[in-house]
């Protein structure tokens, strides 16, 4: 491991790999079962237009659970989970590339990494939001009175299967519709894990003397990652709204739906879902770079390196 004033930092080689890919995907899983809730709301609020269904995160919350049921909440989840090979696709990349910049500061490796992990991830997770996210509108599309959506649900009961939506699209538009929004989606998610992983290796470090004076390593590791996912939700979040909408059926151009955005709903548009979006980004960041620690601590392959791995971060 690497020693950084005081800071032990767990690389990838100190890794039992079979352990570490194996316990990564069954703790995330739990994470994403937990937290998928808010993704969905987060969806919702962006698809929507000025026919205002829901006035923020918790009445959506609300009346989403009172008119669908719990499920309601959890529509698309199976599907969605299928990202989570592209998860493991990205934390291989990132730890490899990472590993490979050790001449440079730790925020130059986490913004270079993290950017280049969500690009080649992205390619799977594309394909997976359109789907998921077609679900998580479902039978609500009229009701939020998004057009692009409903022209999938036009003349069905609106309660269609994944296999169905995914024969809708391939019919509309090809291969290319599971790929809709893939441009921006790389535009949205490759800087946003870019500056969420520069922000967080790039805070931690800085915090070495609270932790010389006691305050427990995952508080800050969870401090950084707060600090992190409020940093790069705040910046990107316009352009995940015209991720989002994208994906979900519009037919214009990128430029041709910012102005769309822009002339129907005002500058104010490009900030929907942004509430919802930092509910489940705070709370995400938590537990991912808390879980994302321990994992890796109790896959240390040497014994050396357990007897250190409660000051470890990576």
């Known amino acids: 491991m690497q020693e950084q004033e005081g800071i032990r930092i767990i690389e990838w080689k100190d890794l039992n790999k079979t352990k570490f890919l194996l316990l990564n995907p069954a703790f995330f899983f739990g994470i994403r079962l937990f937290l998928y809730p808010t993704s969905l709301v987060k969806t919702r609020l962006q ?20 008119q669908e049921g719990v499920r309601g909440l959890y529509k698309g989840f199976f599907v969605n989970s299928f990202g989570m090979i592209s998860g493991q696709v990205y934390i ?9 910049l050790s001449d440079y500061t730790p925020a130059f490796k986490g913004f270079v990494a993290g950017g280049v992990a969500s690009l080649l991830a992205q390619s799977i997770t594309v394909p997976v939001d359109v789907l998921s996210q077609y679900k998580m509108v479902q039978g609500a599309s009229e009701a939020l009175g998004n057009q692009d959506a409903l022209r999938i649900f036009k003349g069905q009961s609106q309660q269609l299967t994944t296999s169905q939506i995914a024969k809708t699209i391939f019919m509309e538009n090809g291969i290319m519709g599971f790929y809709r929004g893939y441009f921006v989606s790389l535009m949205t998610f490759a800087p946003s894990s870019a500056i969420w992983w520069s922000c967080y290796s790039g805070l931690l470090p800085s915090l070495n003397p609270a932790l010389l004076l006691g305050f427990p390593l995952v508080m800050l590791q969870a401090f950084s990652g707060v600090t992190a996912a409020v940093i790069s939700s705040l910046l990107t979040n316009p352009i995940d ?11 214009r151009t ?13 500058v104010m548009g490009l900030t929907k879902g942004l509430s919802a979006r930092l509910t489940a980004a705070i709370p995400f960041s938590i537990c991912v770079i808390v879980t994302y620690e321990f994992v890796k601590k109790v896959s240390l392959k040497s014994p050396e390196a357990k007897i250190n791995r409660a000051n470890s971060i990576s």
């Not at 709204?241 to 994906?247: A, K």
């Open 47 to 66: 698809v929507q237009t000025k026919k205002q269904l829901y006035r923020g995160v918790w009445d959506a919350l609300f009346k989403i659970s009172r």
């Open 92 to 100: 291989i990349t990132y730890e490899l590339l990472r590993g490979s």
């Open 254 to 266: 990128f430029m041709g739906e910012v102005y769309h955005l822009l002339r129907s709903e005002g």
């Open 241 to 251: 709204v015209i991720r989002t909408r994208l994906q979900v059926g519009s037919r």
